[in-house]
């Protein structure tokens, strides 16, 4: 139980173009997500807090009219990245809470590259 | 905000030897500390988690401590096999659902 899928794995874009990224809670339910991003031999970094049928809460730092994210349901998040530039090439994975031990579970992780 | 500082950065071990790994955390508000392990290229997955009523746990090879005085958490993995290696992240929250503050990664090799 408590498995969390993303999808796509890996994609490449070219710039400018946005790029969607879904997330998934496949046997619970997660009133919150959170979005995160990792670069090469680094932490995860927090991106923002996503609340079911709220508006994202996002971290210093992070543009929000950049990285759009939607929580429709309690079981899908989405983080759009908006006119995608080189720089914004990374590793994004998502977390839901929930599950038998309440806690975070995380997303396989999706790679972004943007030529 | 809460800090977590975690060491060593890289540390390696034969295999069947144990391997400790240990964090610092700043904010005495925080009550939740879990362990995740990365593979190359996967998300985190968690491994073993502590909150602040108990001073230790273990499950099979693993095992973490924490001692809230002094603000410090430990996993601990004895016997090591090669599959153990990885990246191995220690985090703090003051809750669930509230946002993980991680560590900045062990990297575990276990040399066969």
């Known amino acids: 139980g408590a498995v969390v899928s993303q999808h796509p794995s890996w994609v490449i874009c070219k710039s400018g173009t946005s790029v969607k990224i879904e997330c998934r809670s496949l046997?619970?339910?997660?009133?919150?997500m959170f979005w995160y991003r990792q670069f090469p031999k680094q932490s995860l970094m927090l991106m923002a807090t996503?609340?079911?049928?709220?508006?994202?809460?996002?971290e210093q730092g992070v543009e929000k009219d950049k990285f759009l994210i939607n929580h429709a349901s309690l079981t899908l998040s989405t983080l759009t990245v908006t006119s995608a530039h080189p720089e914004d090439s990374s590793f994004y994975i998502c977390?839901?809470?929930?599950?038998?031990?309440?806690?975070?579970?995380f997303g396989p992780g999706t790679r972004l590259l943007v030529l | 905000g809460e800090n977590v500082e975690q060491h060593p950065s890289t540390l390696s071990v034969q295999e069947g030897d144990s391997a400790v790994i240990k964090c610092t955390y700043s904010?005495?508000?925080?009550?939740?500390f879990p362990w995740y392990k990365q593979e190359l290229g996967k998300g985190p997955q968690l491994i073993i988690d502590?909150?602040?009523?108990?001073g230790e746990k273990k499950d099979q090879r693993i095992a973490v401590t924490l001692n809230k005085t002094a603000k410090h958490f430990s996993l601990h993995i004895t016997e090591t096999q090669p599959e153990d290696s990885a990246v191995y992240f220690c985090?703090?929250?003051?809750?669930?659902?509230?946002?993980?503050?991680f560590g900045i990664g062990t990297k575990l090799q276990v040399i066969p």
């Open positions: 996503s609340n079911e049928g709220s508006k994202a809460t996002y």
């Open positions: 985090a703090a929250s003051s809750g669930g659902y509230q946002k993980v503050t």
């Open positions: 904010d005495s508000a925080s009550n939740y």
């Open positions: 502590i909150r602040s009523n108990v």
């Open positions: 046997d619970f339910q997660a009133t919150t």
């Open positions: 977390s839901a809470f929930g599950g038998s031990q309440e806690t975070q579970y």
